[in-house]
């Protein structure tokens, strides 16, 4: 047997760290079937755990049929096949989509098209020249430094700015519980890593965001889509998905939810992490929205409200700052963080200095919350211009709720008519683009869906962009089902 190495403050249980080792082992087959397990008693000794944590590390491998008990003999490895990785079918397929992602990019690309596809904040929220400024106060006071390496865990007076702005917000942590990541997707992705091994599966909001879904899919972990309503994950669905799929995280983005905007009311936050807690599922949350409310100030977040640990925090300052300079941040702490940042070290190295050092040189001069009232400001304005857009030019029987934060509508089509991606080329060719809704599910539904990023335009350009959306949408009728438009002859 490979040796094997517990975290004993880790968020993950023991026994899960315990059975997950196993089961690697015996997938990949350094432990062979006939292979007899040591018994619990001298592995608990071995690995300095209690020994109630392997006998039930060996429960959950019977369970799933890796192994079995002879009385009198010991614990074998059984002949079963390995838990069966992921479909080849469902990656397929993801590849095939990501295919037509790119051509799909390509397209709402060209001259002229008023794009609602992006996920960006719009070029003219970001501070360019305070960015400038810092990056010169960087340089003249640091010299080299600002150009070195970096610690793996990042820039430590960044961490400590990090750790006072997430304070505003509610979450007790310390410097030392922060890694600096490159931006909140590495974030995200630095946990799935160093959390799930192959064919885990991970609970997500279906639809949810596309970064998760790429990131499950390179990792080769399962995304268990749980339905979302107008508050968020639906809880009785998650206990069902629990109990049928036994998996390993769950990813929530409880505020600002991309791409439906949702946000869960603080009473379904407390129950879900009650939920976390029974199972011993830790919970990765997903703020990187949470600072762009534009009505009234939302619910904490589930870290702020985390007593049992059982939290990962992971934000960044991508959508209130500067996508490009890649700054985000993970919130984790004891072996657990050193295990990310032995990942990040793995990954990159260091987040950029640079970009670290004027970051906090931004966060020191105390501009940000100015910079964050105007953007929200702006985003309100936008956001009222969409609805008001939506109302008066997108086809009669769409739907959708009127967002409170964030930067997307997600817009739900008549039923009657095309679907998002049979539409797709016309509303190109009438010089507007979306983001198709089904590449937000796991299980490729919600092809009625429409993602707009609304706040990537100005209220007159929106105002245009959805009347061309509009008319795309008559077109494809038209042209498809001309009957639908002719006029009865008296
Ligand atoms: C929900 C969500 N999480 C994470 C990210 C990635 O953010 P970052 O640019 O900080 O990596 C995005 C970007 O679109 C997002 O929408």
Redesign the pocket.
């Known amino acids: 047997m490979d040796e094997i190495l517990i975290y004993k403050d880790a968020v993950e249980p023991i026994y899960q760290q315990l059975a997950r080792h196993l089961r690697l082992q015996i997938e990949s087959g350094r432990l062979a079937p006939g292979n007899k397990l040591p018994p619990t008693r001298d592995l608990a000794r071995q690995l300095g755990i209690g020994r109630i944590s392997v006998v039930n590390a060996y429960a959950q491998l019977q369970d799933n049929g890796l192994i079995a008990a002879h009385p009198g003999r010991g614990t074998f490895v059984t002949s079963a096949q390995p838990a069966p990785v992921p479909a080849e079918p469902i990656w397929a397929a993801r590849d095939a989509l990501n295919m037509s992602m790119r051509e799909i990019t390509r397209l709402a690309r060209r001259p002229g098209v008023i794009a609602f596809s992006g ?1 960006t904040p719009p070029e003219e929220f970001l501070p360019v020249e305070a960015l400038r400024h810092a990056i010169n106060t960087v340089l003249d006071r640091d010299g080299a430094a600002a150009v070195a390496y970096e610690e793996a865990e990042g820039y430590r007076p960044l961490r400590v700015s990090v750790a006072e702005y997430v304070t505003s917000l509610g979450i007790q942590c310390h410097p030392d519980d922060i890694l600096i990541t490159g ?4 974030a ?1 992705d630095l946990v799935v890593q160093s959390m799930l091994g192959e064919g885990d599966r991970l609970i997500t909001g279906n639809p949810t ?1 596309l ?1 998760l879904l790429d990131i499950a899919h390179i990792r080769r972990v399962i995304p268990i889509g749980v339905p979302v309503d107008a508050d968020g994950i639906r809880l009785d669905a998650l206990q069902n998905a629990i109990d049928e799929h036994q998996p390993r995280l769950i990813y929530a ?1 409880p505020t600002y939810h ?1 791409p439906t905007g949702a946000v869960m009311p603080l009473h379904r936050r407390r129950q879900l992490l009650a939920i976390a807690k029974r199972h011993n599922i830790p919970i990765l949350e ?1 703020a ?2 949470h600072e762009m409310g534009y009505r009234e100030d939302p619910p904490p977040p589930l870290k702020a409200l985390d007593e049992d640990n059982i939290v990962l925090h992971a934000s ?1 300052f ?2 209130i700052l500067l ?1 490009g300079t ?1 700054t ?1 941040y993970v919130i984790a702490n004891g072996p657990l963080r050193d295990r990310l940042a032995r990942f990040k070290q793995a990954a990159d190295v260091c987040t950029p200095a640079l970009n670290q050092r004027a970051m906090h040189a931004y966060l020191a001069s105390g501009a940000l919350i100015g910079h964050l009232n105007r953007v929200r400001a702006e985003l309100r304005a936008r956001c009222e211009a969409a609805i008001e857009a939506a109302h008066q030019h997108l086809p009669p029987g769409s739907r959708w709720v009127d967002p409170t934060g964030g930067l997307y509508l997600w817009v739900q089509l008549p039923d009657e008519g095309p679907t998002a991606a049979e539409l797709y080329v016309t509303a190109i060719e009438h010089g507007t683009a979306y983001a198709i809704g089904s590449l937000f599910h796991t299980d490729g539904s919600g092809n009625r869906h429409i993602r707009l990023n609304f706040a990537a335009h100005s209220p007159a350009r929106i105002r245009e962009g959805f009347e061309r959306l509009g008319a795309a949408w008559h077109a494809w009728q038209h042209t498809y089902h001309p009957a639908a438009y002719r006029t009865p002859i008296l």
């Open positions: 996920g931006g909140t997707q590495q995200l965001y970064g983005a991309n997903d990187v929205y960044g991508s959508k996508p890649r985000g």
